[in-house]
């Protein structure tokens, strides 16, 4: 009977691990259902009919509580990644903090997006002439409510 214990015990085992660390079919899920079966038909066999039918229902038991007390017992909770994401969202410019001819530099590197400063303002920006490398020289094209449009001076 130690044998069937382990077997049902090892199965149910396998198969919270299924629900809650690997979900989708995979081996713990068929080992589990292999284990559970295995241990069920053992007793069955081994102990006769109305054994093997106590130890199917305790096994149905069984496995309804332990996958309840799994969902229940905050384990998603302790799985689950904990953090705060904080940030904002630039507001609308006004004409006064940045405008089409100021000049500023590239802080990274424009991909064509990047961060730019512009009269002491880190703001993102946008190249209008590809990529620019961080710390070029740049002047503002364009600036449409939080987007702006930036090109690098041309040395002459």
Do not use: C
């Amino acid at each position: 009977m130690t044998v069937i214990i382990i077997l049902i015990i090892l199965g149910i085992l396998l198969f919270v691990i299924e629900f809650l660390l690997v979900p989708g079919v995979t081996v713990a899920g068929i080992g589990g259902l292999v284990l559970t079966v295995f241990g069920v038909y053992k007793a069955f066999n081994d102990f006769g009919t109305a054994t093997g039918v106590w130890v199917l229902a305790g096994t149905l038991m069984l496995s309804v509580f332990v996958i309840i007390m799994s969902l229940r017992a905050r384990t998603w909770d302790r799985l689950m990644l904990k953090t705060k994401i904080q940030g904002t969202v630039d507001s609308a410019l006004t004409e006064d903090q940045i405008k089409a001819g100021d000049r500023g530099s590239a802080l990274t590197r424009l991909a064509p997006m990047g961060k730019v400063l512009v009269n002491e303002l880190v703001r993102e920006a946008k190249s209008t002439e590809g990529y620019v490398d961080e710390h070029t020289e740049i002047e503002v094209v364009s600036v449409e409510g939080t987007r702006i449009s930036v090109k690098p001076i041309k040395e002459k």
